[in-house]
């Protein structure tokens, strides 16, 4: 009996040391991301990864993995959904189909100006939305800045009557096809990886995206009158799996959510910085920038009226759609 209780108490003793040591045992989470390993996006969440590791005692990280090597936004983020990947940085339109509240950020000049973004956005709008994550299956982490849309064509857009008659490229989802139709344009969804060409051919007659990307993509060259109607301003989210994140302890999902808070001011100075040196690049290259003081924003926003009716369609984002108007 005594030899019995002796080996009880040993395996008690293993079972113990094995629990202990699997609640120590460091974690490195994969972060997954299009953009190249300098891009700010990757930068911030490498950030947080070193926000995390301090907040746990050097036990857990995070490794990030860009340039599309885990995958396209989409692929990945089905990919976190299962488990698979650990967490995932993407446009929050990423999510539109997925998450409902997503689709409020993106709502054509739902935003007056960025300083309007920034306090509704990191304020308690944005956790609103983030919380939202939460039923699809995700942990929202954070969302990050990512300047503002504007449009891009061989000649100046200053009213919405310049749009009239202009093929523009659209991302491929329902709400940015009703935004530009909105404007009497007729929208072309086409993947980035194609807008140069089809900029450069005429099969489209422009475009529209944040500055940065205008850049980094040289549409400048086919397209070189950048005019800043600043007509949509969609956030970056960063979410984690809530496959994974269930098996983390409370102290690990603390760690988590401080750092990824930590990382969204440290990436607004990486974002403002890429911003300034585009606008540089692109006036370097030739383009012209016509600045948002000699838009007409007013046609623009009475066009897009019957967009939000459409797309808030149930209380809940009609709601959360006047909660970001009404920040002061």
Not at 55 to 64: H, M
Not at 96 to 109: K, L, Q
Not at 136 to 162: C, H, N, Q
Not at 249 to 257: K, N, S
Request: one cysteine or more; aromatic letters at 8%.
């Amino acid at each position: 009996m005594r030899k019995f209780n002796r080996t009880l108490l040993s395996l008690i003793a293993a079972a113990a040391v094995c629990a202990v040591s699997g609640q120590v045992s460091a974690r490195t989470f994969r972060s997954a991301d299009v953009h190249s390993k300098d891009f700010p996006t990757n930068m911030a969440v490498k950030y947080m990864g070193e926000e995390l590791n301090k907040a746990t005692g050097g036990k857990d990280t995070i490794k990030v993995f860009g340039d599309s090597s885990l995958g396209s936004e989409k692929d990945t983020v089905e990919q976190v959904k299962i488990g698979a990947i650990d967490m995932v940085r993407v446009s929050l339109a990423s999510f539109n189909g997925i998450v409902p509240e997503s689709m409020v950020p993106s709502f054509p000049f739902i935003f007056r100006d960025l300083a309007h973004f920034r306090k509704a956005i990191y304020g308690a709008e944005g956790d609103k939305i983030l919380a939202a994550f939460d039923k699809a299956g995700f942990v929202g982490l954070a969302m990050y800045e990512s300047g503002s849309r504007s449009m891009y064509a061989k000649k100046p857009i200053k009213t919405v009557a310049d749009m009239k008659g202009l093929k523009i490229r659209v991302q491929p989802s329902d709400l940015s096809v009703a935004m530009v139709a909105a404007m009497g344009a007729s929208p072309a969804p086409m993947p980035m990886a194609e807008v140069y060409s089809g900029l450069k051919t005429g099969l489209v007659d422009a475009a529209e995206n944040n500055i940065p990307s205008y850049e980094e993509a040289k549409h400048y060259e086919s397209a070189g009158v950048f005019s800043e109607t600043m007509h949509v301003m969609t956030p970056e989210v960063v979410v984690f799996s809530k496959k994974v994140w269930d098996t983390l302890t409370p102290a690990e999902q603390a760690g988590l959510r401080k750092s990824a808070k930590a990382s969204v001011a440290y990436y607004v100075t990486l974002w403002d910085a890429k911003e300034k040196e585009a606008k540089a690049a692109v006036l370097k290259g030739g383009a012209k920038i016509v600045p948002a003081t000699e838009i007409d924003k007013t046609s623009f926003v009475n066009a897009e009226k019957p967009v939000w009716d459409k797309f808030a369609s149930t209380p809940e984002l009609k709601s959360l759609v006047q909660e970001i108007v009404n920040v002061k």
